[in-house]
């Protein structure tokens, strides 16, 4: 299973990271990735509803690979899983977000900024460790670095990533990047500009894909 999700990561090469005050938003955003192709999405738990937008994205895309981020305790673990959440992501290593993952066979993906966090989380039983924050860790130039290190440790650089920056990170070794704002066009669907949205969201999906060997 480990080795299938992270396949899947790698084939993805982008996890958008949905984070929104509104959830109906939220929701829109997730229906415009998904109509372009995209198969994996984070819902953090910062969204108001979010165990129901998550249980009602795996209803509308069943096919795809929806997971819970910013999951920081037992409860929202617990609850992410059981709407059906297929992945758990944190900010940082949280043990009660990795227990309840572990004992549900739930690929974890905890939040390091260090080589010292990288290394305890993959020996802790991380399924793939998350470089957050990426840009202010240091960037590509980071992530080649640790990743000369530790190259059997699957990592996600999320945190300022961009369209633009996203090639410099999977040439650093990747497997994939976890990218928010740039995939979530936030003022245009707050004011009903759908057209407008789905034209940033192709437009940033582009700009990641033209790269793409």
Request: glycine share 10%; net charge negative; aromatic share 4%.
């Amino acid at each position: 299973m480990v080795d299938r999700f992270i396949d899947r990561l790698r084939a993805a090469r982008v996890v958008p990271v949905i984070r929104h005050d509104d959830p109906g938003i939220a929701e829109q955003a997730c229906g415009l990735l998904a109509a372009e192709g995209v198969s994996i999405l984070e819902i953090t738990m910062t969204v108001p509803g979010a165990i129901a937008l998550i249980a009602t994205l795996r209803d509308r895309f069943p096919s795809a690979c929806i997971g819970a981020g910013t999951v920081l305790s037992a409860h929202d673990a617990d609850a992410a899983i059981g709407a059906g959440a297929a992945f758990l992501v944190s900010p940082c290593w949280s043990d009660a977000a990795a227990r309840s993952a572990l004992e549900g066979g739930i690929p974890y993906l905890p939040g390091a900024m260090t080589p010292g966090e990288i290394l305890h989380h993959a020996e802790a039983g991380a399924t793939v460790v998350k470089v957050f924050p990426a840009d202010a860790a240091g960037g590509p130039g980071f992530l080649k670095a640790v990743r000369a290190v530790f190259p059997h440790i699957p990592l996600m650089p999320t945190g300022g990533v961009s369209p633009e920056t996203a090639q410099a990170y999977l040439d650093a070794g990747a497997i994939c990047v976890g990218i928010g704002g740039n995939l979530l066009p936030a003022k245009a669907l707050e004011a009903g500009r759908i057209d407008e949205a789905r034209e940033q969201i192709r437009a940033a999906l582009s700009a990641i894909q033209l790269f793409q060997a």
